[in-house]
């Protein structure tokens, strides 16, 4: 059984900077190839950024490369999003994801576990 638990979304203002952690309760979480993910109202839940199970290899959507940062924590069982420099586009419904293979994935469908999400709110 795995879950994951995300945390750390709220409001902030553009230009502003959030942190979202992914709490994962497994028993080798260093197993697992991790994601994040987003839905906006209306839309398609859209890929984010991707971490292999070592942390040594990340894939981000074109549109948050340069602003976001995915890490994970394999003592803790974390995976982590730092978001910078948001933009009121960035609001949506977070979400992490885990998956049994090593390299990054990006297709929702290529992930196994998905965590209840956390919502990030930015205004402009």
């Known amino acids: 059984q795995v879950q994951l638990v995300e945390s750390g979304g709220g409001l902030v203002q553009a230009g502003g900077s959030l942190r979202l952690s992914c709490a994962v309760s497994?028993?080798?979480?260093?197993?697992?190839?991790m994601g994040w993910f987003r839905q906006a109202p209306g839309k398609e839940r859209e890929f984010v950024a991707a971490i292999s199970r070592s942390g040594g290899n990340t894939n981000y959507a074109d549109s948050v490369k340069g602003r976001f940062t995915i890490s994970r924590d394999n003592v803790k069982n974390t995976v982590y999003l730092q978001m910078n420099s948001l933009k009121p586009e960035d609001t949506a419904v977070y979400y992490c994801?885990?998956?049994?293979?090593?390299?990054?994935?990006?297709?929702?469908?290529?992930?196994?576990?998905w965590g209840q999400g956390t919502q990030v709110t930015v205004s402009s």
């Open positions: 497994v028993r080798t979480f260093s197993n697992y190839g």
């Open positions: 994801a885990a998956r049994l293979l090593a390299v990054p994935a990006v297709l929702a469908g290529q992930y196994n576990y």
